[in-house]
């Protein structure tokens, strides 16, 4: 039926600025509306205890960092003004805080501002995937139809109040796969500067919210660029001076970048105790500082090279932070906390557990789902399975090499999330928007293929 | 246009007249007799809004069989005032023993009963509204309305002032009865007058012919939008003394709404676009629809807002308590903000019963009605007033989608023009509900984005259009 209407009324998906506003404006109005009704009309219901209605703990100190920064803001603008409000929190506090220097200080600020990137992130999946196929009814039908999906995801209404990073950073790793595919498939120059000026716009993004995320971004780039060039190279284009000034120009710039990057981050672990000076500032505020009896010590090897023995080494420095925090404040649902990891090659040993955790928990049963909110976890991850499930149902061939390409990134953010994380909670809410791409993206195929055979 | 060349368009001003008399007349009664008989106040208003059930979710299925079948209006017969008389009391006689045996000790119970009594009187009162209607004459209907209000004031001021009744309540409670008995006669005896013969012939109307699918989906329907507001068990919420004084004066706004749905806009605007025998009513609808839609939305804004800028100025002359003020203020509010969405909910079903009537759609209701039992027999724990109209508020709303989407599955409307309507139902609940939590530059932009959005699709042609 839906098809039928899409049919007779195809003008909505025409290449039309109007058509694209009405379905932000679509998206945008139903993410602010579900997000009032539910603070409103629904959380009353759901919450077991009236405590931390609006804000959990965590952002009730974003939140007080943001009302300090917009006192500062008060004395003197100018000065006081900086896109990081303090170490360890992002520019999602400082636009708050912005917004509370304008408007004056209302909590409920951030469900307008968290429900703009939620829906932005929402359309350019669309937009990717109509982007990918071909122009088919079936293709827009599946594409809208996922993107609706998204948005619908009722676990991103339980954030949706809250002071985090997640909705920025998941709009960034969007618009980066979005640019992209614009540029895998840009015909001219000027277009071609266009996207690649979105791509940085999405790296500044996430370096503004979370800067140890970006090291992912750059190895996507670097993976875009090898992309591009092998396919000048394979389509034998002859390629105009300006263009390959352009490639060396991107290749260059982001090592030069990622470089800087990679050094600031793993100056601090210099010994080989996995705790030593590490500097975790998020739990510092929150006065969490915690010194453990005994360190464990890290094994370096003699095969991996030293730069990416350090990054392993500080994930698990965080997961063994995170622990001894969830020992002390008696985390609910604890997760993983049997890991012990003490060398590079520990690391790789236990990377099939983790990518199949990272992808499958928790499982529905897990909990008691008598409790709202673990069965709508529960019915989260069924959906999750059952996309999983039609994978041996899709051709190979239907498996256009773009969506291993988006697939792949995801994964690549789960596997690092799953081995830092030591709650269900936080796992959920942080790989969350990522299984849920790799989830729509297989559904998508299935739907489009299915209508196809239907035809 | 249909709407001002009628002329029922001069009983919907006396509709509106007659409504402000009856709020003067509530928030008056409250202040004169609050303290000193509060119980009675209860008692009073509780059987009250056992009334106003009775009127939503009894009289209007009967009022749509009235209207749709003209035989039955052709004279004034006394066979079936005499049937409707008889239902009437059965209910009455149900719910009063209901009362006697939960309340014997009661010393307010005569107030309730005479309270109810008026309902034996009232049920035909259908029927007559029925025959006004084919004869058009809606301003009597409304008119008889201004003269209950305003002979109950006036009685009220005379009981406050100059005499002395040991129970002054119970007193206004039987003029009650008494006024609605004299509209009732008058009634017939205007319609008489006009022409209608009182015949005593053998009716159509059996209850078999009565409970078709059709009606079965209206009283359903209304169970479910209305019905939540006067369950019994609801009353329990109230344990402090007052508490239910201060919520029916805050329901008030809904209440008067609800009887314009049933009565007034029923006669008026349904009346004139669907008893036409038309074919293809989606035309009509899609280029009324609009209209109606941003009139009723703009309509509930401009209550609110006259609402907020009056109401803290009438409660500095109520004596309630402050904890009182503040009910009253938040049900007053969570009472206006559910009328649109009730609106389409009615609209919406009306268009379904006429030509568009789904099989799925009746058990799916059916489903919803034992869904709606058994949460209210107990699985949600609901403790304040608030909670409660949270509650229908979300059950409303999800009532909507579920009619807008079995519209668009219809082909009443384009893809485009549904995706426009539920634009327009967000960005109002969103402009409203941060008005609520006051972010009023959320309110602001909210609004303004709805405003472009009616000019952009080219809202004042009457369809939505792209225009490109």
């Known amino acids: 039926m839906i098809t039928k209407a899409l049919k007779s009324h195809n003008d909505i998906f025409k290449k039309n600025i109007l058509s694209w506003f009405i379905i932000f404006l679509l998206f945008y109005s139903y993410l602010t509306t579900a997000g009032f009704i539910f603070q409103k009309f629904i959380l009353e219901f759901l919450a077991q205890n009236n405590t931390h209605l609006l804000l959990s703990p965590e952002s009730t100190i974003a939140n007080e960092i943001a009302i300090s920064l917009n006192e500062k803001l008060k004395l003197d603008f100018w000065k006081n003004f900086s896109l990081v409000p303090q170490e360890g929190y992002g520019i999602n506090v400082t636009i708050l805080a912005f917004f509370y220097y304008i408007l004056g200080v209302n909590p409920y600020t951030n469900i307008i501002i968290n429900s703009l990137f939620y829906s932005l992130s929402a359309l350019l999946l669309l937009l990717t995937f109509l982007k990918i196929s071909n122009n088919s009814i079936y293709a827009k039908k599946s594409a809208f139809i996922c993107s609706i999906i998204f948005l619908l995801w009722p676990s991103s209404l339980f954030w949706l109040s809250q002071i985090t990073k997640d909705f920025m950073s998941t709009f960034s790793h969007l618009l980066l796969i979005f640019s992209f595919i614009c540029l895998y498939r840009v015909d001219n120059l000027k277009s071609g500067l266009y996207y690649l000026l979105l791509s940085f716009l999405s790296l500044i993004i996430m370096f503004s919210v979370r800067d140890h995320f970006l090291q992912i971004q750059f190895i996507m780039l670097f993976v875009i660029i090898f992309i591009l060039l092998n396919r000048f190279l394979s389509l034998r284009l002859s390629l105009k001076p300006k263009q ?18 990679s050094d600031k981050n793993t100056s601090n672990i210099e010994s080989n105790l996995v705790l030593n000076n590490l500097k975790i500032h998020q739990l510092k505020d929150i006065s969490y500082e915690y010194f453990p009896d005994k360190e464990t010590i890290w094994k370096k090897s003699n095969f991996i090279p030293n730069f990416i023995d350090k990054r392993l080494q ?31 090659y ?51 061939k239907s498996f256009d090499k773009i969506y291993i390409v988006i697939i792949s990134f995801s994964i690549f953010y789960i596997i690092p999330i799953t081995y830092t994380v030591s709650t269900y909670g936080s796992l959920y809410r942080l790989r969350g928007p990522f299984l849920l791409i790799i989830a729509l993206i297989i559904l998508r195929i299935f739907l489009e293929e299915s209508s196809k055979k239907n035809k | 246009m249909n709407f001002l060349t009628n002329k029922g368009i001069s009983g919907s001003f006396l509709f509106i007249l007659a409504t402000l008399v009856a709020l003067f007349r509530d928030v008056y009664f409250v202040n004169e007799f609050f303290n000193k008989n509060t119980f009675s106040m209860d008692a009073y208003f509780t059987s009250m809004m056992l009334l106003a059930l009775i009127i939503n979710f009894i009289f209007a299925p009967f009022q749509e069989y009235f209207n749709y079948n003209k035989k039955i209006l052709k004279n004034i ?70 003269f209950f209000s305003t002979s109950l004031l006036m009685i009220i001021f005379i009981l406050s002032t100059s005499m002395n009744i040991n129970h002054p309540i119970l007193t206004i409670s039987i003029s009650n009865l008494i006024i609605q008995f004299s509209i009732f006669l008058f ?58 004084t201060a919520f029916s004066l805050a329901i008030k706004p809904f209440l008067i709404f609800q009887v314009f749905i049933t009565f007034v806009i029923n006669g008026i605007f ?149 995706i426009i309507i539920i634009i327009c139902i967000f960005l109002f609940l969103s402009s409203i509900l941060t008005y609520l939590y006051e972010l009023y530059f959320g309110t602001f932009l909210f609004f303004f984005l709805y405003l472009s959005l009616l000019i952009t699709t080219n809202y004042l042609n009457g369809e939505f259009k792209l225009n490109t």
């Open chain 2, 270 to 418: 349904f009346n004139n676009l669907f008893n036409k025998e038309i074919e293809d009513y989606t035309k009509i609808f899609n280029i009324n629809f609009n209209k109606i839609f941003n009139g009723v939305i703009v309509l509930t804004l401009i209550i609110l807002g006259l609402s907020y800028l009056f109401i803290p100025t009438i409660l500095e002359f109520i004596t309630v308590p402050k904890v009182l003020k503040l009910l009253i203020i938040e049900v007053y509010f969570l009472s206006i903000i559910l009328l649109p969405i009730i609106f389409m909910n009615v609209l919406f079903l009306k268009l379904l019963t006429l030509n568009f009537f789904g099989k799925y759609l009746y058990y799916f209701l059916y489903f919803l009605i034992i869904l709606f039992i058994t949460l209210f027999l107990g699985l949600i724990e609901i403790n304040s007033a608030s909670d409660y109209l949270s509650f229908i508020f979300v059950m409303n709303l999800a009532l909507l989608f579920l009619l807008l989407l079995t519209a668009f599955f219809h082909k009443i409307f384009s893809l485009y023009s549904f």
């Open chain 2, 77 to 146: 017969n006394i066979k079936l005032l005499a049937n409707l008389y008889s239902i009437g009391f059965t209910i009455f006689l149900m719910m009063g023993l209901y009362l006697f045996i939960n309340d014997v000790s009661d010393d307010y119970i005569y107030i309730k009963l005479a309270n109810l009594f008026m309902l034996t009187i009232n049920f035909p009162l259908v029927y007559l509204h029925s025959l006004l209607f084919e004869s058009k004459r809606m301003h009597l209907i409304s008119g008889s309305n201004l």
């Open chain 1, 314 to 344: 500080a994930i698990i420095a965080l997961n063994l932070i995170n622990n001894i925090n969830n020992i002390k404040f008696g985390a609910s649902t604890p997760f993983n906390t049997n890991l012990e990891i003490k060398s590079s």
């Open chain 1, 244 to 261: 390959i000034y352009l490639t060396f120009f991107i290749i260059i710039f982001t090592t030069y970048t990622s470089l800087i990057i």
């Open chain 2, 187 to 244: 009634f017939v005896r205007t319609l008489s007058k006009s022409g209608y013969k009182i015949v005593n012939q053998p009716n159509d109307f059996s209850l078999l012919s009565f409970f078709s699918k059709k009606i079965f989906l209206l009283v359903s329907f209304n169970a479910l939008i209305f019905c939540p507001f006067y369950i019994f068990s609801f009353l329990n919420f109230f344990t402090n003394e007052g508490n239910i």
């Open chain 1, 346 to 396: 520990d690391f790789i040993k236990s990377l099939p557990v983790i990518l199949y955790q990272g992808l499958f928990e928790p499982y529905p049963l897990r909990f008691d789902i008598k409790q709202p909110k673990f069965l709508v976890v529960a019915i989260e991850m069924l959906f999750i399975y059952i996309c999983f499930f039609l994978i041996p149902f899709i051709k190979s």
